[in-house]
Nanobody, 125 residues
């Protein structure tokens, strides 16, 4: 199970830190991802981190502004979001890769089979 938290309302240019608590599987064996879905749009990849934490991947739209990290000892994954823009407004979901110890971080939604309940991020202009 995954439990996302940390969303809220923030002005453009502000920051938020999302957190995702994992339970029920050996967390350190799986890559983790953050996805988001805005109203009327498909769910999209935001950031991912390899099971070991050694590799990260970002959507071009957030590169340089967002940072994904994980703490395998605490079964947590984080998304630090700086320089937020109104177009970042969405429900943010954390998810776990369905494959253990994948060699690369995948951006494909279908590759993730465990999803948290989502946390709303709203950025006002």
């Amino acid at each position: 199970q995954l439990q996302a938290s940390g969303g809220g309302l923030v002005q453009a240019g502000g920051s938020l830190r999302l957190a995702c608590a994992a339970s029920g599987r050996t967390f350190s064996n799986y890559a983790m991802g953050w996805f988001r879905q805005a109203p009327g749009k498909e769910r999209e990849f935001v950031a991912g981190i390899k099971w070991s934490g050694s590799t990260t991947s970002y959507a071009d739209s957030v590169k340089g502004r967002f940072t994904i990290s994980r703490d395998n000892a605490e079964n947590m994954v984080y998304l630090q979001m700086n320089g937020l823009k109104p177009e970042d407004t969405a429900i943010y979901y954390c998810a776990a890769d369905k494959q253990t110890r994948r060699s690369q971080v995948t951006r494909a939604t279908w590759a993730y089979n465990a999803w948290g309940q989502g946390t709303q991020v709203t950025v006002s202009s």
